[in-house]
């Protein structure tokens, strides 16, 4: 599957519920993200958000109703679909290797002079400058060395790499400090810039950043506008 900007991802009356339960959790959904907008997810805990996040990328398959990419179903890209979508959970993952493959699970054939380029770019060029062995450096433990914002910034510094078109943050800056949490935003906003970003938050912080903004509540979506409008 080859698909060509612009692209646009369109919901139509989708419903779910998830195998061997027979609770519906999303009841209808109708949406249009188009190229380059900045829509944020906002809903209580439970409200189906991580849910739509997969049906999203194609993960799951809608009981009725469809999601498309330029017209094509998501659940049919396959592996296909990290073409065109990357995905920030809350507390990213890092593996127990050097910072340099963690960098490179984005993009496997990145030069040293792309890692140092999209470190600069989420403002940790200069912390891992000082350790000892630069990007050779192994991440112990998970990550854990690193602060949360750190660990964002490396997620984030994984995703530049990839280039995608798309990008579905579901609760990125969860446990971040207020201050800390507004950073990330900021670089993720100006990083990210010309890029369809889907942003999934609890709480209001960067909202006005946003194009376009959902409150998802019991799998419905109950209001919709721009940030201005709400
Ligand atoms: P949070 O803000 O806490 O992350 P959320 O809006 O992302 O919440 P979801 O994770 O989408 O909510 O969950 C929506 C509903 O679906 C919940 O009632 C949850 O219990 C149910 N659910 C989530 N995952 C599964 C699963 N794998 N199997 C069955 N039910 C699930
Ligand atoms: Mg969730």
Known sequence: I???????????????TYPKTDKEILHGLNLTIKNGEKLAILGRSGAGKST??????GDRTPDSGSITLNGISTD???NQIANYFSIINQNP?????????????????ATDDQLWDVLRRVGLDQMVEKLPQGLETEVDEAGLRFSGGERH?????????????????DEPTVGLDPITEQAVIDTFMTQLKGKTLIWITHHLQGIDQMDQV???EDGKIYMQGSPKEL
């Not at 991802?9 to 779910?16: A, E, S």
């Not at 993952?93 to 054939?109: C, H, K, Q, S």
């Open 153 to 169: 910034r490396l997620a984030l510094a994984r995703i530049l790499l990839k280039d995608t078109p798309i990008v579905l943050l």
């Open 52 to 57: 739509l996040a997969s049906l999203l990328r």
């Open 76 to 78: 049919q890209f396959g």
């Open 214 to 216: 959902i409150f998802l």
């Open 93 to 109: 993952y890092l593996f127990n290797t050097t910072i340099g493959n963690n960098l490179r699970l984005g993009n496997e054939d």
């Open 2 to 16: 080859t698909l060509k900007a612009p692209y646009e991802i369109d919901l139509k009356d989708v419903h779910y």
